[in-house]
Nanobody, 115 residues
Framework: EVHLVESGGGLVQPGGSLRLSCAAS????????IHWLRQAPGNGLEWVAR????????LYTYSVKGRFTISRDDAKNTVYLQMDDLKSDDTGLYYC????????RGQGTQVTVSS
């Protein structure tokens, strides 16, 4: 059974940083592209980034390019999202999933950017 657990969220001031983690189990992790998504209050699910894989490098939505970095540690079955220069618009519940639509996503981790 696919199992993804997000962690690392919190409250941070604008301009601050957080590193999210996505721990995976129950599937062939090394062969799977992992996506990060987020949902702001009152909004739908928004795709944020994906790991490299399938001949394609890491990809990011335009609003986070240059500020967020996605990486993976296959030995630990974990994907990370390093988020720097955070803005209030980055506030939301962050999920990792096995598709751009958020398949198999976990419970999410809350990120709040506020002064």
């Amino acid at each position: 059974e696919v199992h993804l657990v997000e962690s690392g969220g919190g409250l941070v001031q604008p301009g601050g940083s957080l590193r999210l983690s996505c721990a995976a189990s129950g599937f062939n992790f090394t062969a799977t592209v992992i996506h990060w998504l987020r949902q702001a209050p009152g909004n739908g699910l928004e795709w944020v980034a994906r790991t490299s894989g399938g001949g394609v490098g890491a990809l990011y939505t335009y609003s986070v390019k240059g500020r967020f970095t996605i990486s993976r540690d296959d030995a630990k079955n974990t994907v990370y999202l390093q988020m720097d220069d955070l803005k209030s618009d980055d506030t939301g519940l962050y999920y990792c999933g096995t598709s751009a639509g958020g398949a198999n996503r976990g419970q999410g981790t809350q990120v709040t950017v506020s002064s």
